[in-house]
């Protein structure tokens, strides 16, 4: 997934999956090496090694959010981690292997590091037809994600699609920002409705719990109920007349 792969003639390789990967960020030596100057909040890069484990990792301490106006301060850590959270129930895998721990700079979201395909058109990609964007919009519906940019999209180079930067999820007012309106209105897919029935029973046991050390109780109980509106429907939903429907700048 790494631009600089682990390196084998010192012993050190890659994780091997996803559950290998959040092991490894819950329990590696952050090794810092630079700082992503365009992030709104501060976010640093480096990498995070464990015994024979190495892999690129992206760290935002929550000292560096900066303030919002609609979301409470020193949350979107726990946001991300819960993006992360409903990305694995649904199976999907939209949100890289995303932990909560130390760092070094007090506590933060760590996330492994996903390359992009370099050969991908992102401007062409994200109004395509992809599978991938389509389940990412369902995704970003449930966790009513207010800022799905275009960069916040990545397409590698085996056709997986993952999303990044769900810091301003979880509102419990409607602010679903997007670049993929492309199926607003239309019937959900019945893998869809398969996965959102799952999701509902889900929230309401292990998942619910978890989400709850990151999320107040009204904002877990908007999410089922954005779940619940999704299955009641039956359709992607459609922009809000109330709340700008792209989010800017767009990439």
Known sequence: MSERPADPAAGLRPPADDAEARALLLEGEIDLEGRMLDASNVTLVGYVRNGELEAECVYKPVAGERPLWDFPD???????VSAALISDATGWRIVPPTVLRDGPFGPGMVQLWVDGD???????FVRSDDPGLRRMAVFDA???????????????????VYGVDHGICFSVDPKLRTLLWRWAGQRLPAEAVEVLEKLTGDLMGDLGDQLHEHL?????????????????TGRHPQPNGDWPALPWPPF
Do not use: C, W, Y
Not at 74 to 80: I, S
Not at 142 to 160: E, F, L, M, Y
């Open 142 to 160: 449930v966790v009513n994600n207010a800022d799905r940019k275009g960069g916040h999209i990545i397409p590698t180079s085996d056709g997986h």
């Open 216 to 232: 107040t109780r009204r904002e877990v109980r908007r999410t089922q109920q954005r779940v619940a509106e999704l299955l009641r």
């Open 74 to 80: 020193g949350t979107l850590a726990g946001r991300e």
């Open 118 to 124: 370099p050969d991908v058109d992102l401007a062409a």
